[in-house]
């Protein structure tokens, strides 16, 4: 399966604070994508990392991807009460999608 | 660009009757999604359209379920007859080509509640 995995399933953190949450997968990727949910919303793409790329950055939020362990981690720096949402991975596919970690940011 | 835009929002419904779910893709997109959400389950794909044909309904669960893109711009997600274990947020979603390098752009969803 190609399905990526999040962990942790939950995370809390105080405002202001950094938040890393991780996305593992089983076979080679092209490419891996990261979504937020906001609750009772849609998912809203937020950034895509190519294979061949080991870091990415857009705004506050930085991504990684380790191919090698077939891995991705997504930092959310400076973190804001608005950052409160589901994050999900999706690699090549898009067909399949973890259940997500869950970031509670506490003002 | 208002978006994908998925009616209704909430439906509620006695386990029996037929619930009819639609969406409307962002125009030009020639990629569109239907998926299922529940807190066991996760988000599961059910069936994908390119230009309207349906491409791979292998995550349909059951013959109950049916989905249709008469146009580029309108699909439906039937089920009938509907049963409690159907209730969860279905979401549609639609992108511009298809590949992992191509975002996809989801709807806000409809609950279902089937009781």
């Known amino acids: 399966s190609q399905q990526g995995e999040e962990d942790p399933q939950a995370l809390s953190i105080q405002e202001g604070e950094n938040a890393t949450m991780n996305c593992s997968y089983k076979t080679s990727i092209n490419n891996l994508q990261w979504y937020r949910q906001n609750s009772g919303r849609g998912l809203v793409h937020l950034i895509l990392i190519r294979s061949n790329e080991r870091e990415k950055h857009s705004g506050r939020l930085r991504v990684t991807l380790d191919t090698s362990k077939k891995s991705s981690s997504l930092l959310i720096t400076a973190s804001r009460a608005a950052d409160t949402a589901s994050y999900f991975c999706a690699t090549d596919s898009l067909f399949y999608f973890g259940t997500g970690t869950s970031l509670t940011v506490i003002p | 660009d208002a978006g994908v835009i998925q009616s209704p929002r909430h439906e509620v419904t006695e386990m029996g009757q037929e619930v009819t779910l639609r969406c409307k893709p962002i125009?030009?997109?020639?990629?569109l999604f239907w998926y299922r959400q529940t807190m066991m389950r996760g988000l599961e794909l059910l069936i994908y359209?390119?230009?309207?044909?349906?491409?791979?309904d292998s995550g349909m669960p059951e013959d109950r379920f049916s989905a249709k893109m008469p146009n580029a711009s309108f699909s439906t997600l039937k089920i009938q007859p509907s049963e409690p274990r159907d209730s969860a947020v279905y979401f549609c979603a639609s992108s511009l080509g298809f590949g992992s390098n191509t975002p996809l752009h989801f709807g806000n969803g409809t609950r279902l509640t089937v009781t």
């Open positions: 359209f390119n230009n309207n044909v349906p491409i791979d």
């Open positions: 125009s030009g997109h020639d990629y």
